[in-house]
């Protein structure tokens, strides 16, 4: 029954959760009642199995990846994340508004800015956080999203390719600025951004 | 001592007064009624008074908090998606086009999923647009005024200090009358069926269930299946109130096992052992039984073999759909406002819930018969089930989804991301099979049971993964028509490219979902 937990979460961190992530009020009890609804454990805090447990989430192929980013620390399966963290990552994915963009340059940048939907989107190939990514870790994202349908050479070929196009200092990897060249022409902000009616 | 005795007197007179004037008036409007089959009208009455106050607080609610606005996710299709990898490329070469922003659909897709989802929901209590004035039910609706608590306090006094007891009383006055009147009946030839039907208004009346059916003329006739949407257990008493019906179902001990065998004796139900459950072919044998005597009841079977949240229709087994006379649909949707009926069976046990059922306001609910349907040409049994559920929840204004209720307990299957898999590799390597490119994608309805069986089920009786769309009346017409079966050596071939590369485990564990067949 979730939400009755919602009367737990005081102001004060709701307006914290605001300034940080940008969210609004109703948007932050909203996702505060999913959390609540997915913590099945009942602790405040959520942990892989939690994440697991949605099917759709289950069955997409790089879903194993997409939880990861939501436990920064380590690969260890007892982490857990709490509300502020799952808050924290999900602030990736908000939209980015018009009134965001003349902000004042000396604040830090938003969550939700291009370059960090970037981060995000590098992160998701780069597994030991090199800050690189290998042909090995492009080559298993691949074979994460096409299963079984596509052959290891066709496979192989298709990561060289990649790297061969988007490398310019000839480590045979992406760096993250490469990263950034690659999909410059991308409209960024509309694939990684969630959109709500209100 | 002795000045106690005038209050002892006084005290007893007032108590047996009471104890009379309780007993006869419950037995002059409740019990008299339902064994008749009239009734006063005084639940009707009390529906009413109960939503003019709902309305009062409810336009109180809406005054006092004005920021009460309903945040919507705006979830994407995996079609849309595809539609959208596939326009960003602009060549049409044979050469695989790999963008490395494509995993940012997924991606997308992953986090929409975490942040609303269509399954999950499902297995929780519906939440109230206004409140209810029961705590079980109080959200995001903290204290708002005075005078509401206060109502709220009464409210509370009311159900817990006189429904509460009357209902238990009533309760058990209906379960005692059917032991022990079956029983007795059970001895003589006639009459059989007038019993269960008295106890069942005695138990509808325990619950303060105000029921309106529909379109009773399509109600189920002897010899067929009668099939509806689940949601509570009391799903039976609701329409067993209605007319007679054989249950199907496993031996319970205890309370429940004497019920079942006191039920027997009167008339024929099935109900199965513990281990024969496991046994499709038995299950399917006696019910085919059953049915072929024109002279028995018409079979109640709920295909979503667990308990629904009532805002949608899971996907249906399709094990009664085999058995090949005509299925009765019966759509049954409860009022939230008065009461939530849903039976959390994770969180509840069955004696708690009902004391909450019988502590709430009253279950309000609408029964729907729809018209009989039988299996059409070249229709084979899961299409058969997702027609019959479609009719369900159009009718009763639930969301027709084709995920599997055993997701509440059990993992999804891996071939659904597999089938996921495939329509991207699709993208990527361009469509070199001449399937075509708007086949709606459909889930399978695979189950461990299946899994298991060897020789009925072939691959050939296999559908196709499905999408994780949620299905608008549209696409379920859609599914009805182009509908294809992937030919058996298709699969073979994958299974052998896949030990050829060596690429990720086939293992499909077969024991992946622990359904419980009874819910």
Redesign the interface.
């Known amino acids: 029954m979730g939400s009755r937990a919602s009367t737990l979460l005081r102001e004060e961190e709701i307006e914290e959760i605001k300034k940080e992530t940008g969210f609004s009020h109703s948007q932050i009890t909203r996702l505060y009642s999913r959390f609540t609804s997915l913590d099945k454990g009942e602790n405040g805090t959520l942990s892989r199995e939690d994440f697991q447990r949605i099917p759709e989430l289950a069955i997409n192929p790089l879903g194993d990846r997409i939880i990861n980013a939501f436990f920064p620390e380590g690969l260890d399966r007892e982490d857990q994340v709490n509300f502020r963290g799952f808050m924290r990552t999900l602030a990736h994915f908000r939209p980015i508004e018009d009134n965001e963009k003349n902000k004042d340059p000396t604040a830090s940048e938003p969550l939700n800015s291009r370059t960090n939907k970037l981060l995000f989107a590098f992160r998701l190939y780069d597994l030991d956080r090199d800050d690189k990514i290998s042909r090995d870790e492009l080559l298993q994202v691949l074979r994460m999203m096409v299963g079984v349908n596509i052959s290891d050479e066709q496979l192989g070929s298709i990561a060289d390719r990649t790297i061969q196009e988007a490398d310019q200092n000839g480590d045979n990897s992406i760096s993250f600025n490469e990263f950034i060249k690659v999909l410059e022409k991308v409209d960024v902000e509309q694939k990684m951004s969630i959109r709500f009616l209100h | 001592m002795g000045w106690l005795l005038p209050f002892d007197n006084l005290l007893c007179m007032a108590l047996g007064i009471s104890f009379t004037v309780w007993f006869t008036s419950l037995l002059v409007f409740i019990i008299v009624p339902a064994i008749l089959g009239v009734s006063f009208g005084i639940r009707k009455l009390y529906m009413n008074s109960l939503l003019k106050i709902f309305e009062v607080s409810s336009s109180h609610i809406v005054s006092a908090c004005s920021?009460k606005?309903?945040?919507?996710?705006?979830m994407s299709t995996l079609e849309q998606e595809i539609q959208e990898l596939r326009s960003s490329s602009t060549t049409l070469s044979s050469e695989?086009e790999?963008?490395?922003?494509?995993?940012?659909?997924?991606?997308?897709?992953?986090?929409?999923?975490?942040?609303?989802?269509?399954?999950?929901?499902r297995f929780?209590?519906e939440?109230l647009e206004s409140w209810n004035l029961l705590t079980?039910s109080?959200?995001?609706f903290?204290h708002i005024s005075l005078r509401l608590s206060v109502l709220w306090g009464l409210g509370l006094l009311i159900r817990y200090s006189f429904l509460l007891p009357l209902r238990i009383t009533l309760a058990a006055t209906g379960i005692g009358l059917l032991v022990v009147l079956t029983t007795i009946v059970g001895f003589l030839p006639s009459g059989r069926y007038k019993i269960h039907m008295m106890c069942y208004r005695i138990c509808v009346r325990a619950l303060t269930a105000i029921i309106t059916y529909h379109n009773s003329e399509n109600k189920p006739k002897n010899g067929g299946i009668c099939v509806a949407n689940h949601t509570t257990p009391i799903d039976v008493i609701i329409l067993a109130n209605d007319g007679c019906y054989s249950m199907v179902g496993q031996v319970h001990g205890g309370l429940i096992g004497v019920v079942q065998r006191a039920m027997v004796k009167s008339s024929p139900h099935i109900w199965f052992e513990r281990s024969e459950v496991k046994d499709r072919h038995l299950v399917a044998k006696m019910l085919s039984n059953h049915v072929a005597d024109k002279t028995n009841h018409p079979i109640l079977i709920f295909p979503e073999g667990t308990c629904i949240n009532n805002t949608s229709v899971m996907m249906f087994k399709k094990g009664s759909f085999e058995i090949g006379c005509t299925v009765y649909p019966v759509a049954i949707k409860y009022d939230p406002r008065f009461g939530d009926a849903f039976w959390n069976s994770g969180?509840f046990g069955m004696v708690s819930y009902l004391l909450r059922m019988m502590s709430s306001w009253a279950i309000v609910c609408s029964v729907w018969y729809l018209p009989p349907v039988n299996r059409e040409e070249g229709e084979d049994a899961v299409q058969f089930a997702n027609r019959v559920k479609a009719a369900i929840a159009r009718q009763g204004g639930l969301v027709d989804l084709l995920?599997d209720g055993g997701?509440k307990r059990g993992?999804?299957k891996?071939t659904?991301?597999?089938e996921?898999?495939?329509l991207?590799?699709k993208v990527?390597?361009g469509d070199q099979e001449d399937q075509a490119e708007d086949r709606p994608l459909e889930f399978s309805t695979l189950r461990p049971e299946e899994d298991e069986e060897t020789g009925r089920l072939d691959r050939q009786g296999e559908e196709q993964p499905l999408d994780?769309l949620r299905l608008r009346e549209d696409c379920c017409l859609r599914l009805q028509g182009n509908y294809t079966l992937r030919p058996p050596t298709e699969e073979k071939e994958?299974k052998e490219?896949?030990d050829r590369?060596g690429?990720?485990s086939e293992a499909r564990p077969q024991e992946h979902c622990p359904l419980r067949p009874e819910t």
């Open positions: 920021e606005d309903k945040v919507t996710l705006i695989p790999f963008e490395m922003a494509d995993i940012m659909s997924f991606c997308r897709r992953g986090v929409e999923s975490i942040v609303d989802d269509e399954v999950t929901k929780s209590a939440e079980r109080n959200y995001n903290r969180k995920w997701l993992k999804v891996d659904f991301r597999e996921q898999q495939k991207y590799s990527l390597v994780s994958k490219e896949g590369l690429g990720p």
